[in-house]
Protein backbone atom coordinates (compact mmCIF):
# COMPACT_ATOMS: atom_id res chain seq x y z
CA UNK A 1 0.00 0.00 0.00
CA UNK A 2 2.75 2.58 0.95
CA UNK A 3 4.51 2.17 -2.57
CA UNK A 4 0.81 2.18 -4.25
CA UNK A 5 -0.13 5.51 -2.73
CA UNK A 6 3.66 7.03 -3.24
CA UNK A 7 3.35 6.16 -6.63
CA UNK A 8 -0.38 7.55 -7.08
CA UNK A 9 0.74 10.71 -5.33
CA UNK A 10 3.31 11.15 -7.75
CA UNK A 11 1.50 10.18 -10.47
CA UNK A 12 -1.39 13.12 -9.44
CA UNK A 13 1.63 15.29 -8.93
CA UNK A 14 3.45 14.69 -12.42
CA UNK A 15 -0.05 15.49 -14.50
CA UNK A 16 -1.24 18.47 -12.27
CA UNK A 17 -4.20 16.30 -12.16
CA UNK A 18 -7.56 18.44 -12.14
CA UNK A 19 -10.98 18.01 -10.30
CA UNK A 20 -12.26 17.34 -14.10
CA UNK A 21 -9.86 14.98 -14.57
CA UNK A 22 -10.36 13.31 -11.30
CA UNK A 23 -13.91 13.20 -11.85
CA UNK A 24 -13.57 11.83 -15.37
CA UNK A 25 -11.50 8.66 -13.49
CA UNK A 26 -13.96 8.17 -11.37
CA UNK A 27 -16.73 7.81 -14.38
CA UNK A 28 -14.28 5.65 -16.04
CA UNK A 29 -13.81 3.26 -13.31
CA UNK A 30 -17.45 3.14 -12.28
CA UNK A 31 -18.39 2.09 -16.09
CA UNK A 32 -15.94 -0.13 -16.24
CA UNK A 33 -17.63 -1.99 -13.13
CA UNK A 34 -20.98 -1.52 -14.93
CA UNK A 35 -19.63 -3.44 -17.88
CA UNK A 36 -18.43 -6.52 -15.72
CA UNK A 37 -21.15 -9.04 -15.68
CA UNK A 38 -20.59 -13.43 -15.07
CA UNK A 39 -19.61 -12.84 -19.18
CA UNK A 40 -17.25 -10.17 -19.11
CA UNK A 41 -14.73 -8.71 -16.62
CA UNK A 42 -13.53 -5.04 -18.18
CA UNK A 43 -10.97 -4.68 -14.80
CA UNK A 44 -9.40 -7.47 -16.30
CA UNK A 45 -9.30 -6.22 -19.92
CA UNK A 46 -7.43 -2.49 -18.58
CA UNK A 47 -4.95 -4.84 -17.08
CA UNK A 48 -4.69 -6.60 -20.23
CA UNK A 49 -4.58 -3.53 -22.33
CA UNK A 50 -2.25 -1.64 -19.81
CA UNK A 51 0.43 -4.03 -20.10
CA UNK A 52 -0.18 -4.77 -16.11
CA UNK A 53 -1.17 -8.43 -17.00
CA UNK A 54 1.74 -9.43 -19.11
CA UNK A 55 4.45 -7.67 -16.55
CA UNK A 56 2.68 -9.82 -13.35
CA UNK A 57 3.32 -12.77 -16.07
CA UNK A 58 6.75 -12.19 -16.44
CA UNK A 59 7.32 -11.93 -12.61
CA UNK A 60 5.71 -14.72 -12.02
CA UNK A 61 6.57 -17.55 -14.26
CA UNK A 62 10.12 -17.31 -14.95
CA UNK A 63 11.01 -20.42 -16.78
CA UNK A 64 14.03 -21.99 -17.77
CA UNK A 65 15.51 -22.20 -20.74
CA UNK A 66 13.50 -24.71 -22.78
CA UNK A 67 10.40 -24.54 -20.83
CA UNK A 68 7.43 -23.22 -22.65
CA UNK A 69 6.59 -19.88 -21.52
CA UNK A 70 3.38 -18.55 -20.32
CA UNK A 71 0.73 -15.61 -21.95
CA UNK A 72 -2.29 -13.85 -20.64
CA UNK A 73 -5.12 -16.31 -19.70
CA UNK A 74 -7.73 -13.62 -21.44
CA UNK A 75 -10.91 -13.34 -20.07
CA UNK A 76 -12.88 -15.94 -22.51
CA UNK A 77 -11.98 -19.57 -20.64
CA UNK A 78 -15.48 -21.28 -18.98
CA UNK A 79 -14.90 -23.94 -16.43
CA UNK A 80 -16.47 -27.15 -17.71
CA UNK A 81 -15.06 -28.13 -21.14
CA UNK A 82 -15.58 -31.82 -21.64
CA UNK A 83 -13.01 -33.93 -21.88
CA UNK A 84 -12.54 -35.46 -25.35
CA UNK A 85 -10.34 -38.21 -26.76
CA UNK A 86 -7.46 -37.58 -28.96
CA UNK A 87 -7.85 -36.05 -32.73
CA UNK A 88 -11.85 -35.22 -31.35
CA UNK A 89 -13.25 -31.95 -33.32
CA UNK A 90 -13.48 -28.89 -30.46
CA UNK A 91 -14.90 -26.66 -33.89
CA UNK A 92 -17.89 -29.19 -34.70
CA UNK A 93 -20.23 -26.41 -35.52
CA UNK A 94 -17.73 -24.20 -37.30
CA UNK A 95 -18.41 -24.87 -41.04
CA UNK A 96 -16.33 -22.10 -43.08
CA UNK A 97 -12.84 -22.16 -41.20
CA UNK A 98 -10.05 -24.24 -42.83
CA UNK A 99 -9.76 -27.68 -40.90
CA UNK A 100 -6.09 -28.15 -38.50
CA UNK A 101 -4.65 -30.66 -36.37
CA UNK A 102 -2.84 -29.18 -33.25
CA UNK A 103 -0.51 -32.13 -32.42
CA UNK A 104 3.04 -32.51 -30.20
CA UNK A 105 3.88 -34.07 -27.13
CA UNK A 106 4.35 -32.78 -23.37
CA UNK A 107 7.70 -33.24 -22.48
CA UNK A 108 9.61 -32.24 -19.04
CA UNK A 109 13.07 -31.06 -19.29
CA UNK A 110 14.79 -33.50 -19.97
CA UNK A 111 12.41 -34.32 -23.25
CA UNK A 112 11.07 -37.08 -21.72
CA UNK A 113 7.51 -37.88 -21.98
CA UNK A 114 4.54 -36.73 -19.70
CA UNK A 115 1.71 -39.18 -20.07
CA UNK A 116 -1.56 -38.32 -18.72
CA UNK A 117 -1.22 -34.13 -18.86
CA UNK A 118 -4.35 -32.78 -19.02
CA UNK A 119 -4.48 -30.04 -22.50
CA UNK A 120 -7.27 -27.47 -21.56
CA UNK A 121 -7.89 -25.55 -25.03
CA UNK A 122 -10.10 -22.96 -25.87
CA UNK A 123 -10.36 -20.59 -28.98
CA UNK A 124 -12.34 -17.98 -30.69
CA UNK A 125 -14.14 -19.12 -33.74
CA UNK A 126 -14.29 -18.07 -37.59
CA UNK A 127 -16.64 -15.64 -36.92
CA UNK A 128 -13.88 -13.90 -34.29
CA UNK A 129 -16.77 -14.66 -31.43
CA UNK A 130 -16.49 -16.62 -28.63
CA UNK A 131 -19.00 -18.97 -27.54
CA UNK A 132 -20.00 -16.88 -24.88
CA UNK A 133 -20.23 -13.96 -27.04
CA UNK A 134 -22.63 -15.48 -29.56
CA UNK A 135 -26.15 -14.77 -29.12
CA UNK A 136 -26.61 -17.74 -31.29
CA UNK A 137 -25.10 -20.60 -29.07
CA UNK A 138 -26.30 -21.43 -25.74
CA UNK A 139 -23.57 -23.88 -24.86
CA UNK A 140 -19.97 -24.72 -24.88
CA UNK A 141 -17.93 -23.98 -28.54
CA UNK A 142 -14.46 -24.57 -29.23
CA UNK A 143 -13.42 -26.12 -26.19
CA UNK A 144 -11.96 -29.24 -24.46
CA UNK A 145 -10.03 -30.74 -22.82
CA UNK A 146 -7.57 -33.56 -23.94
CA UNK A 147 -4.51 -36.00 -22.35
CA UNK A 148 -1.72 -36.53 -23.33
CA UNK A 149 -0.96 -40.58 -24.48
CA UNK A 150 1.98 -43.05 -22.50
CA UNK A 151 4.48 -41.31 -25.18
CA UNK A 152 3.39 -37.96 -24.12
CA UNK A 153 1.29 -37.39 -27.33
CA UNK A 154 -1.97 -35.18 -28.07
CA UNK A 155 -3.82 -33.98 -31.13
CA UNK A 156 -6.59 -32.02 -31.38
CA UNK A 157 -8.58 -31.36 -34.17
CA UNK A 158 -10.12 -27.18 -34.84
CA UNK A 159 -10.19 -24.99 -37.03
CA UNK A 160 -7.51 -22.20 -38.02
CA UNK A 161 -7.83 -19.76 -35.80
CA UNK A 162 -8.45 -15.75 -36.58
CA UNK A 163 -7.49 -12.51 -35.41
CA UNK A 164 -10.62 -10.95 -33.37
CA UNK A 165 -10.74 -7.25 -31.91
CA UNK A 166 -11.28 -7.05 -28.11
CA UNK A 167 -14.45 -6.28 -26.64
CA UNK A 168 -14.12 -2.08 -27.48
CA UNK A 169 -17.89 -1.31 -26.51
CA UNK A 170 -17.02 -0.26 -23.31
CA UNK A 171 -14.14 1.93 -20.92
CA UNK A 172 -11.72 -0.21 -22.10
CA UNK A 173 -12.41 0.69 -26.54
CA UNK A 174 -12.89 4.51 -25.02
CA UNK A 175 -9.68 4.20 -24.10
CA UNK A 176 -7.58 2.40 -26.94
CA UNK A 177 -9.48 4.75 -29.50
CA UNK A 178 -8.79 8.09 -27.41
CA UNK A 179 -4.99 6.22 -27.86
CA UNK A 180 -4.94 5.76 -31.13
CA UNK A 181 -4.74 1.97 -30.47
CA UNK A 182 -6.74 -0.78 -32.16
CA UNK A 183 -8.32 -3.97 -30.23
CA UNK A 184 -6.61 -6.47 -32.82
CA UNK A 185 -5.20 -9.55 -31.28
CA UNK A 186 -3.28 -12.02 -33.18
CA UNK A 187 -4.72 -15.06 -34.19
CA UNK A 188 -4.08 -17.75 -31.44
CA UNK A 189 -5.23 -21.00 -29.64
CA UNK A 190 -5.36 -20.94 -25.88
CA UNK A 191 -3.47 -23.58 -23.64
CA UNK A 192 -3.43 -24.61 -19.63
CA UNK A 193 -1.27 -27.65 -19.79
CA UNK A 194 -1.08 -29.47 -16.27
CA UNK A 195 0.91 -32.58 -15.09
CA UNK A 196 0.87 -33.77 -11.97
CA UNK A 197 4.27 -33.06 -10.45
CA UNK A 198 4.30 -30.22 -12.85
CA UNK A 199 3.99 -26.18 -13.11
CA UNK A 200 1.17 -25.81 -14.96
CA UNK A 201 1.64 -23.03 -17.70
CA UNK A 202 -1.29 -20.77 -19.22
CA UNK A 203 -0.07 -19.75 -22.84
CA UNK A 204 -1.30 -19.75 -26.86
CA UNK A 205 0.12 -20.83 -29.69
CA UNK A 206 -0.09 -18.14 -32.18
CA UNK A 207 -0.01 -18.34 -36.22
CA UNK A 208 3.13 -17.08 -37.74
CA UNK A 209 0.86 -15.75 -41.03
CA UNK A 210 -1.09 -13.26 -38.78
CA UNK A 211 -0.66 -9.42 -39.18
CA UNK A 212 -0.70 -8.66 -35.72
CA UNK A 213 1.88 -10.56 -34.24
CA UNK A 214 3.87 -7.42 -33.85
CA UNK A 215 0.81 -4.76 -32.61
CA UNK A 216 -1.04 -7.43 -29.86
CA UNK A 217 -3.68 -5.13 -28.12
CA UNK A 218 -2.62 -7.14 -24.60
CA UNK A 219 1.02 -7.22 -25.90
CA UNK A 220 0.97 -11.03 -25.12
CA UNK A 221 2.91 -12.84 -28.11
CA UNK A 222 6.15 -14.26 -27.32
CA UNK A 223 8.56 -15.55 -30.18
CA UNK A 224 8.99 -19.11 -28.21
CA UNK A 225 5.14 -19.18 -28.84
CA UNK A 226 4.47 -18.68 -32.64
CA UNK A 227 3.88 -21.63 -34.90
CA UNK A 228 3.68 -22.60 -38.64
CA UNK A 229 -0.09 -23.74 -39.72
CA UNK A 230 1.44 -26.08 -42.59
CA UNK A 231 -1.03 -26.71 -45.61
CA UNK A 232 -1.59 -29.96 -46.70
CA UNK A 233 -3.24 -30.85 -49.96
CA UNK A 234 -4.02 -34.65 -49.54
CA UNK A 235 -5.37 -36.38 -46.87
CA UNK A 236 -2.27 -38.17 -44.81
CA UNK A 237 -1.54 -39.44 -41.59
CA UNK A 238 -3.78 -38.47 -38.66
CA UNK A 239 -6.06 -36.30 -41.27
CA UNK A 240 -6.57 -39.60 -43.22
CA UNK A 241 -7.47 -41.32 -39.78
CA UNK A 242 -10.01 -39.01 -38.31
CA UNK A 243 -11.42 -38.78 -42.70
CA UNK A 244 -10.18 -34.76 -42.82
CA UNK A 245 -10.81 -33.77 -46.73
CA UNK A 246 -7.93 -31.77 -47.81
CA UNK A 247 -7.05 -28.86 -47.75
CA UNK A 248 -6.29 -28.82 -44.47
CA UNK A 249 -3.19 -27.46 -41.84
CA UNK A 250 -1.18 -28.60 -39.14
CA UNK A 251 0.36 -26.99 -36.16
CA UNK A 252 3.05 -28.88 -34.48
CA UNK A 253 3.82 -27.82 -30.95
CA UNK A 254 5.80 -29.41 -28.20
CA UNK A 255 4.77 -28.34 -24.70
CA UNK A 256 8.02 -28.96 -21.76
CA UNK A 257 6.74 -28.49 -18.29
CA UNK A 258 8.90 -27.72 -15.57
CA UNK A 259 9.05 -29.57 -12.54
CA UNK A 260 6.77 -28.22 -9.45
CA UNK A 261 8.50 -26.00 -7.09
CA UNK A 262 8.32 -27.50 -3.25
CA UNK A 263 5.20 -26.75 -2.04
CA UNK A 264 4.12 -24.83 -4.67
CA UNK A 265 0.76 -26.82 -6.02
CA UNK A 266 -1.21 -23.92 -7.92
CA UNK A 267 -4.44 -23.93 -9.52
CA UNK A 268 -3.74 -21.95 -12.75
CA UNK A 269 -7.82 -21.47 -12.88
CA UNK A 270 -7.57 -19.78 -9.13
CA UNK A 271 -8.39 -16.40 -10.01
CA UNK A 272 -11.12 -17.77 -12.23
CA UNK A 273 -12.80 -19.67 -9.82
CA UNK A 274 -12.79 -16.86 -7.65
CA UNK A 275 -14.68 -14.38 -9.88
CA UNK A 276 -17.09 -16.68 -10.46
CA UNK A 277 -17.77 -17.46 -6.80
CA UNK A 278 -17.80 -13.42 -6.62
CA UNK A 279 -20.69 -13.50 -9.26
CA UNK A 280 -22.76 -16.22 -7.42
CA UNK A 281 -22.46 -14.10 -3.87
CA UNK A 282 -23.84 -10.96 -5.96
C1 LIG B 1 -8.10 -13.60 -25.30
O1 LIG B 1 -7.17 -13.99 -25.94
O2 LIG B 1 -9.06 -14.33 -25.25
C2 LIG B 1 -8.04 -12.24 -24.66
C3 LIG B 1 -6.96 -11.91 -23.86
C4 LIG B 1 -6.93 -10.66 -23.27
C5 LIG B 1 -7.95 -9.77 -23.48
C6 LIG B 1 -9.01 -10.10 -24.30
C7 LIG B 1 -9.06 -11.35 -24.91
FE1 LIG C 1 -8.21 -15.40 -27.16
Redesign the pocket.
Known amino acids: MLSLVTHLHAFVKEVALTETEWWKAIEILTQAGYKCSDKRQEF ?2 FS ?2 LGV ?1 MVVDLLSHRKPEGATEST ?5 HRLGAPEMPPGANIASLDKSGMPTLVRGRVLDLEGRPIAGALLDVWQ ?1 QTSGL ?1 DSQDPSLDGLHMRGKFRSDDKGRYLVRTVRPVHYP ?2 SDGPVGAMLAATARHPW ?1 PA ?1 I ?1 FVVSAEGYEPVTT ?1 LFDSADPYLESD ?2 F ?1 VKDSLICDFVRHERAEGHARALGIAPPYLTADFDFVLKPAAEGAARDPLEGQKRLAALGAAA
Open positions: ILDTSVFGPFAYIPRHHHAVA
